[in-house]
């Protein structure tokens, strides 16, 4: 097992919580598309619910909780675990929209939902089980470069122009989250990406992913699909 840099109470950005202040319930936004701890997100929201559920986390600790819809479950209409994302800058529009980007920062378990206040669904939430996204994870070199040859065959087989500069310069863990959000994988494959422990099992579930499943990246916005 690669040797993880422990740092347990101290967040990877600034301005985010520590991982013993982060709370109990979470305002809940439902989207077809997995934001990734250390993930960014654009949103656009316009719906009266949507921005009640935006002023009431602004005026809070600033966090949202993102999680995948969940289809075929008569129980749950949405996944039971999902990120945290920190609203870390909004822009208002003259049309009454609000353009926001969400940096992820902790994945979270549902315990409990609750009745609907305002349009929107708050739970209650454990983060018990995902305390390592607070810590630095080492993964080794042949292990990243065996994901970069599947990504380049990956481009190659669908024709497609990438900056590898760029992307050899940056950080893996970067790389994976930005991909995971334009990358045309169905819900389940991102579910299961966003549920790996580490970064290594997501780095190995996503090369096999890109090696069978995934279809060309869908040259649009990250955003997905809203699912009230």
């Known amino acids: 097992m690669a040797p993880l840099t422990v740092n347990l109470m101290k967040p990877k950005y600034p ?26 997100l654009p949103l656009e929201l316009s719906e009266p619910g949507d ?29 039971q675990i999902g990120c945290a994302g920190r609203i870390r800058q909004y822009r208002e529009r003259k049309d009454g929209r609000l353009n926001i980007m969400l940096t992820g920062v902790c994945r979270y378990r549902i315990v409990e939902e609750l009745p ?5 669904t708050m739970a209650r939430v454990d983060w018990s089980d995902f305390e390592h996204d607070y810590q630095d994870e080492s993964v080794e070199s042949p292990m990243i470069e065996h994901f970069k040859v599947t990504l380049r065959d990956y481009f190659d087989r669908h024709n497609m122009q990438v900056d590898w500069q ?14 995971i959000l334009v990358i045309n994988l169905d819900i389940d494959s991102k579910q299961r990406l966003l549920e790996a422990r580490t970064v290594k099992q997501r780095l190995g579930l996503f ?6 499943k995934a279809d060309p990246i869908v040259a649009t916005s990250p955003q997905g699909k809203h699912v009230n």
Do not use: C, W
């Not at 919580?17 to 960014?40: C, H, R, V, W």
């Not at 009431?56 to 075929?72: S, Y």
């Not at 609907?116 to 929107?120: F, I, L, S, T, V």
């Not at 760029?166 to 991909?179: G, H, M, Q, T, Y």
């Open 15 to 40: 301005f985010t919580q520590t991982f013993d202040k982060l709370p109990e319930q979470l305002p809940i936004y439902s989207l077809e598309n997995a934001l990734l701890p250390g993930g960014e």
């Open 51 to 79: 921005l009640a559920l935006f002023l009431r986390a602004l005026k809070a600790d600033q966090l949202i909780g993102m999680v995948q819809p969940q289809h075929n479950n008569p129980e749950h209409s949405i996944h």
């Open 116 to 120: 609907q206040k305002d349009g929107y």
């Open 207 to 212: 090369s096999e992913l890109l090696a069978t």
């Open 166 to 179: 760029v992307l050899d310069k940056a950080p893996i863990e970067e790389v994976v989250n930005n991909l």
